[in-house]
């Protein structure tokens, strides 16, 4: 069973939606079930990666947790979803200050400001399954020393019944000074069993969603971009490129793999995949501009006039 299908109470958003946004729902609805909650949840990402698997190490670290992850699905954060959930509970603060930006109205609460705490987890992409493993007995933490807030936020009538106070102004901004594990001397103990983190190494099949016909994972591929790169220019710190480009090159690949032979899309594939490769840092607003633009073209057949403007466009990533 696909979660999330069903309208959500609790809505978690994420960044891809495709690692600590799908853990800490699966978490919460654990948590939810212990204590008698009906309470739907479910997870959504800023920049979601519409139909992506969750990360293999997410999955695996899960698995090592106890929990599921291989039948979640990303997707991304819509004016309906917001529309439908009584809380949006960001993963940091980061996410929660674009959510709030986008809709000033809803309900939102960062997981640091949740639990009362000054932290915030951080994206372990491509890190060891040891830090995920880490990271998800932290979002455990945050959301059990959150609950109380969490059932007042969602059903403020519950309020009087448990005695607690009625205040729910934010707790400190997380510093961002808090040091991220080194996944290569992390030991961890779970259930109770001591594991080093060579034993967590390991990491299940990265499984893809189903190829689609070229223009429709152009189109697909143009909406990722459109919202990455408009968010680079809003919010820049709230991206993290590497991740970013990570999935981006995937998408080109796979477009590469489909590209007619005959005709320009291969060599006009190249030249965007020069520009995100030679684009290893966060890209400048004019070079996310020129991202923006060459992507945009993929949604359209291509000539050898939009080979020789990318071409162009190269010249401003070497």
Wanted: net charge negative; with cysteine.
């Amino acid at each position: 069973m696909i979660h999330g299908m069903a309208k959500p109470d609790i809505l978690i958003v994420g960044a891809a939606d495709t690692g600590r946004a799908p853990m800490a729902a699966a978490m919460l609805r654990r948590l939810l079930g212990e204590q008698g909650l009906p309470w739907d949840v479910a997870s959504t990402g800023i920049v979601g990666h519409d139909g992506y698997s969750a990360e293999p190490e997410a999955r695996s670290a899960m698995m090592i947790l106890g929990f599921d992850l291989e039948a979640h699905r990303a997707r991304s954060l819509t004016p309906e979803l917001v529309v439908q959930a009584q809380v949006l509970l960001a993963i940091d603060s980061g996410i929660a200050r674009v959510v709030r930006m986008r809709f000033p109205d809803a309900v939102t609460v960062s997981l640091g400001e949740l639990a009362g705490r000054a932290r915030d987890i951080p994206d372990p992409f491509r890190m060891q399954v040891g830090a995920w493993v880490q990271y998800g007995n932290e979002i455990v933490m945050l959301l059990r020393a959150g609950m109380m807030r969490l059932c007042q936020l969602v059903d403020p009538a519950l309020s009087s019944d448990t005695g607690a106070g009625s205040s729910l102004e934010p707790a400190a901004a997380p510093s961002g000074e808090a040091s991220e594990p080194d996944p290569s001397r992390l030991d961890l103990e779970v259930r109770g069993v001591a594991l080093p983190a060579t034993a967590l190494s390991m990491a299940l099949p990265h499984e893809r969603r189903e190829p689609l016909p070229p223009m429709e994972q152009a189109t697909l591929l143009v909406q990722r971009a459109e919202r990455i790169l408009l968010l680079i220019a809003e919010v820049p710190d709230v991206i993290i490129w590497a991740a970013a480009r990570h999935h981006l090159l995937a998408d080109l690949g796979e477009l590469e793999q489909t590209a007619p032979l005959d005709g320009f899309g291969r060599a006009y594939l190249a030249l965007v995949r020069a520009m995100l490769v030679l684009a290893n840092a966060l890209p400048t607003p004019d070079q996310a501009h020129l991202l923006l633009k060459a992507f945009a073209r993929l949604a359209a057949p291509l000539t050898a006039t939009d080979v020789t403007a990318a071409s162009a466009m190269l010249g401003h990533f070497q």
